[in-house]
Antibody, heavy 122, light 108 residues
Framework: QVQLVESGGGVVQPGGSLKLSCAAS????????MHWVRQAPGKGLEWVAF????????YYTDSVKGRFTISRDNSKNTLILQMNSLRPEDTALYYC???????????????WGLGTLVTVSS | IVLTQSPATLSVSPGEGVTLSCRAS??????FAWYQQKPGQAPRLLIY???TRATGIPARFSGSGSGTEFSLTISSLQSEDFAVYYC???????????FGQGTKLEIK
């Protein structure tokens, strides 16, 4: 069974930084695009960022452009989300998710981790 | 692209069938998916494409639609099906994927 395990969440002050990690196993990580999706407490789902299977393409939702950076290390089966200039509205449970299609991404999120909670508060 | 799900809450008895709806503000062709989320759990992909069941999803779940109108049908509700259901489009490129606000399916 595919495993995705997020870590790195915590409490940070507005303007601060956090680095989230997602450890992937039981599938060929280097073959799949990956995503970060977040869910504010009691709210719905919001796609945050995409990275292609080889790391050559990255895309972000407008509200995090210029502040968040997605990256991956295919040698370590790890997905990263570097979050800078954090705002209270970034408070959410952050999930990493595997695309349903190998190679060129489809954009549906097949497997999800359990999430890591980021709280931005003074 | 804005996705609007209806209704927000649906009360249904176990064993009954139910259809959830999602409307897109513009055409997303067939680039559409449905997810189920139970309290305290990560979402689970049910349907994509928009009628292909994901791995391990029971046959009582089916999806249909194209363009701007989509539906998810659960043919005979089991106790484990009571959850929140989200629709999602992945039509836009570069990606700007969006989700609906969710429909809560509760026991009547």
């Amino acid at each position: 069974q595919v495993q995705l395990v997020e870590s790195g969440g915590g409490v940070v002050q507005p303007g601060g930084s956090l680095k989230l990690s997602c450890a992937a196993s039981v599938f060929t990580f280097r073959s799949y695009a990956m995503h970060w999706v977040r869910q504010a407490p009691g709210k719905g789902l919001e796609w945050v960022a995409f990275i292609s299977y080889d790391g050559s393409n990255e895309y972000y939702t407008d509200s995090v452009k210029g502040r968040f950076t997605i990256s991956r290390d295919n040698s370590k089966n790890t997905l990263i989300l570097q979050m800078n200039s954090l705002r209270p509205e970034d408070t959410a449970l952050y999930y990493c998710a595997k695309d349903v299609m190998p190679g060129t991404a489809l954009g549906a999120f097949h497997y999800w981790g359990l999430g890591t909670l980021v709280t931005v508060s003074s | 692209i804005v996705l609007t799900q209806s209704p927000a809450t649906l009360s249904v008895s176990p064993g009954e069938g139910v259809t959830l709806s999602c409307r897109a503000s513009q055409s997303v062709s067939s680039n559409f998916a449905w997810y189920q989320q139970k309290p305290g759990q990560a979402p689970r992909l049910l349907i994509y494409g928009p009628s292909t069941r994901a791995t391990g999803i029971p046959a009582r779940f089916s999806g249909s639609g194209s363009g701007t109108e989509f539906s998810l049908t659960i043919s005979s509700l089991q106790s484990e099906d009571f959850a929140v259901y989200y629709c999602q489009q992945y039509h836009t490129w570069p990606p700007m994927y969006t989700f609906g606000q969710g429909t809560k399916l509760e026991i009547k």
